[in-house]
């Protein structure tokens, strides 16, 4: 018997079509997906930099040196006044199981909140105090400098805003 003669399946427009179609569906869900897992999450809010989210304090310390920032980060580990990643990883775990316990108690994840608000609490006045200190160890020319380098990045425009 002969063979069919033809193509067996879907034609070659068809084909390309699917594949074009494909390619536009994983790059929307890249997008999408891209927008939801980068760091900060999504931006909603408009105008609000996620820079000043972290706190007040950011563009100061981001502003002194690299060796600086690292020996404040240091002191504030070595004080016992920030916890270990295994101890955040551990008060992650217990606010998933609260938020999965059923009766569902309202008052455990809020204790909870409280405690990690209170060691960020503890970290930023412990990081302060420290900035503070580096601080009054700066001549005039060096605090002048470091002034002008803060200026500057506060003056920078945000890139969603370009």
Same mark, same amino acid.
């Given at each position: 018997m002969s063979e069919p003669v033809g #193509? +067996?399946?879907?034609? %070659? !427009?068809?084909?390309?079509?699917?594949?074009v179609s494909l390619?536009?569906?994983?790059?929307?869900?890249?997008a999408v997906g891209g927008a939801i897992l980068r760091p900060?999450?999504?931006v909603r809010g408009g105008d609000i930099?996620?820079?000043?989210?972290?706190?007040?304090?950011?563009?100061?310390?981001?502003?002194?040196?690299?060796?600086?920032?690292?020996?404040?980060?240091?002191?504030l580990r070595q004080q016992g006044q920030? #916890? +270990?990643?295994?101890? %955040? !990883?551990?008060a992650y775990e217990e606010m998933i199981e609260a938020l999965r316990a059923q009766p569902f108690d309202p008052?455990?994840?809020?204790?909870?909140?409280?405690?990690?608000?209170?060691?960020v609490a503890v970290a930023q006045?412990?990081?302060?105090?420290?900035?503070?200190?580096?601080?009054?160890?700066?001549?005039?020319t060096q605090r002048a400098a470091y002034a002008d380098r803060l200026e500057q990045r506060l003056r920078r425009t945000p890139r969603k805003e370009r």
């Amino acid at each position: 018997m002969s063979e069919p003669v033809g #193509p +067996s399946g879907p034609s %070659r !427009r068809w084909r390309w079509l699917l594949g074009v179609s494909l390619a536009l569906n994983l790059l929307i869900i890249g997008a999408v997906g891209g927008a939801i897992l980068r760091p900060g999450g999504p931006v909603r809010g408009g105008d609000i930099d996620r820079s000043e989210m972290r706190g007040f304090g950011a563009p100061y310390v981001r502003e002194l040196p690299r060796a600086t920032q690292r020996k404040l980060f240091r002191a504030l580990r070595q004080q016992g006044q920030w #916890p +270990s990643r295994a101890d %955040r !990883r551990a008060a992650y775990e217990e606010m998933i199981e609260a938020l999965r316990a059923q009766p569902f108690d309202p008052s455990r994840p809020e204790k909870l909140l409280n405690a990690q608000a209170e060691t960020v609490a503890v970290a930023q006045r412990t990081i302060q105090a420290a900035w503070l200190r580096h601080l009054t160890e700066m001549n005039n020319t060096q605090r002048a400098a470091y002034a002008d380098r803060l200026e500057q990045r506060l003056r920078r425009t945000p890139r969603k805003e370009r």
